[in-house]
């Protein structure tokens, strides 16, 4: 049996995993990661890639090739139609897309198939010496003590096995995780128990159809039957190519569904469909109950699941990766201190918690509204409700996940971690970075180090805010990368000359002064005087 000795072993090379290991990789951490598919599943699925997640492309070196690989034009509009019916029905509207909140990240929105995001990372970790990525590899068990963990793997074809030790373990093996299950982590969460289709199909009639609407990328279509779900296309690309989800009859099946019936509900015309792939799911809203035993970790969706209603998902999942990575790199680098890590858990756990409960007030809000409001009951009523539901949709977006109630930042007094926020250039402790034109005319994006980074926006080029974090850092032997710039316009807007960036661009503490006590701020954020949790 093979033998391979490492530090971190990530199980699943799926997009998570793999954003994972370019974390991990670029920091010069020995990782392993397995992945069972020789192969990216070709099903377009986890599509729609928020500027945020964008950011972490550039950081992984590898968004141009990311944008290389869309399908669709660039600046094509990537926001959403809603129907009420049908596509072919009087009442739809065109909500504004995810563009609104652009302004506040460093790079824009992508849609792609999410194989060709893996084949993009896939390509990416391939050139990191630090990762061994063994594709066509399935773990089939782990085990750890206070000191390591194994996970013991086979090859799939040829029934090959070998054992791999190291310091840490994740999962980044979806939603029905081994790495959960054998670190006894429990999940639950609302099982919506609705069966859904996804079905990826060619079809001239649906894009002569969708001519009605101006460009975009999504098309969901409210009907009361459905009780809150959708029914769902998005475009593969700009041509015939689209896929499609959908509830479905708990016993449904490939040989026993018509889905093109199913999608003729949805576009209200005949609408012939060449069928390139049929598959079903379970609709599911879950959250483990802890991010972490132990050595083991959790990212992902084994770490949490909900509907693909606004595209979370995956931007959810490498949110988490980047923010695991950062704290496993620092730990074993030496700077990080141990209770670092049960930050993860205390900043990602509530913000999919926000996200998975916005989605299911979601659903919960369109079945009300299609269960109370009819254009046949009354027309006048519903298209005041209609009006009424498509204001809200055009409203500031609300959803900003913030850490200000981590153990390692420096937030307000009280405050709690979370989705639910609001969009500013305020560079506000917990929440992340907007860009930020320098005078040397390089985004301070581009300026930001792989560590912690301080701002300092000084009044007159004085040294001394910068010297003392400097100093402090060196005492506490933690690397510090100083950007030092004027205080003027743009970079005003952040409205705090002093701001303590960590390495995934969030801001971990701000102010105004060079504060006596730079070390005991710089404490906090590496973990040092934090209370670490136990694990059984
Ligand atoms: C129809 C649909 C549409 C969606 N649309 C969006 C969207 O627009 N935006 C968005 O953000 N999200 C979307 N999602 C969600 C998104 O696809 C998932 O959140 C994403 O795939 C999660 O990535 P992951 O790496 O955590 O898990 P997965 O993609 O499930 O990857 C897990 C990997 O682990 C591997 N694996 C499992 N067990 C083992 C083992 N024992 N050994 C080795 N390997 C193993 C698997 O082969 C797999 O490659 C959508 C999902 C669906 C179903």
């Keep these: 049996m093979r033998r391979i000795q490492t530090s971190v072993i990530v199980v699943g090379g799926g997009p998570v995993g793999l954003g994972l290991a370019a974390t991990l990789g670029q ?35 590898c968004a141009d090739e990311l944008r290389a690989a869309s399908l669709l034009p660039a600046e094509f509009p990537i926001g959403g139609i809603t129907a009420y019916e049908s596509l072919a029905g009087e009442y739809w509207y065109a909500p504004a897309g995810r563009e609104t909140v652009g302004d506040f990240y460093f790079q824009r929105n992508e849609r792609l198939p999410q194989y060709l995001t893996e084949s993009v990372l896939r390509a990416r970790v391939r050139s990191l010496d630090p990762v061994v990525a063994l594709f066509g590899w399935s773990a089939t068990s782990i085990s750890q003590d206070g000191d390591s963990v194994r996970v013991t793997a086979q090859r799939d074809q040829a029934g090959e096995r070998c054992e791999i030790e190291g310091a840490y373990v994740v999962g980044c093996d979806g939603a029905r995780s081994l790495v959960r299950e054998q670190a006894g982590i429990a999940t639950g969460g609302a099982d919506f128990n609705t069966r859904m289709v996804l079905a990826v199909f060619r079809s001239p009639a649906l894009s002569a159809q969708l001519e009605r609407f101006p460009p975009r990328t999504t098309y969901r279509v409210l009907h009361q039957e459905l009780a809150g779900y959708w029914r769902f296309f998005g475009r593969v690309d700009v041509g015939e190519t689209y896929f499609f989800h959908a509830p479905v009859p708990g016993d449904a099946s490939a040989s026993n569904l018509d889905v093109q019936s199913v999608i003729e509900r949805a576009t209200g015309i005949p609408t012939p469909c060449s069928f390139e792939h049929v598959g079903f799911w379970d609709l599911r809203v879950n959250v483990a109950d802890a991010y972490r035993r132990g050595r083991a970790f959790i990212a992902g969706d084994s770490a949490h699941s909900h509907p693909p209603y606004g595209g979370y998902g995956l931007n959810t999942g490498l949110e988490d990766a980047v923010n695991l990575g950062w704290k496993l790199a620092a730990v074993l680098r030496g700077w990080g201190r141990p209770a670092l890590l049960d930050s993860y858990e205390r900043e990602r756990r509530p913000v999919f918690v926000d996200t998975g409960t916005a989605i299911t007030e979601g659903i919960e809000r369109d079945r009300d509204f299609l269960a109370r409001y009819s254009p046949v009951r009354d027309r006048g009523e519903f298209e005041q409700a209609w009006g009424a539901m498509t204001a809200g949709e055009t409203a500031p977006p609300t959803y900003e996940p913030h850490y200000e109630g981590s153990p390692v930042v420096w937030g307000p007094e009280g405050s709690a971690s979370g989705a639910k926020g609001y969009h500013t250039f305020e560079a506000r402790a917990g929440h992340h970075l907007a860009p930020a034109a320098l005078s040397s005319g390089r985004d301070v994006f581009e300026e930001l180090g792989r560590e912690y980074t301080l701002i300092a926006l000084t009044r007159g080029g004085d040294p001394r805010p910068a010297a003392r974090f400097q100093a402090a850092a060196d005492g506490l032997g933690m690397p510090l990368r100083v950007v030092t710039d004027d205080f003027e316009w743009p970079r005003a807007a952040y409205q705090r000359p002093l701001i303590l960036v960590r390495p995934d661009q969030y801001v971990a503490w701000s102010g105004d002064e060079a504060p006596a006590g730079a070390t005991e701020i710089l404490r906090r954020v590496i973990g040092e005087g934090v209370h670490a949790q136990a694990h059984a």
Excluded: S
């Design 27 to 61: 920091a010069g951490i020995p990782c392993v990661v397995l992945e069972r598919r020789t192969e990216p599943a070709a099903i377009p699925k986890g599509q729609n890639l928020t500027a945020r997640t964008l950011e972490h492309f550039y950081y992984w070196e």
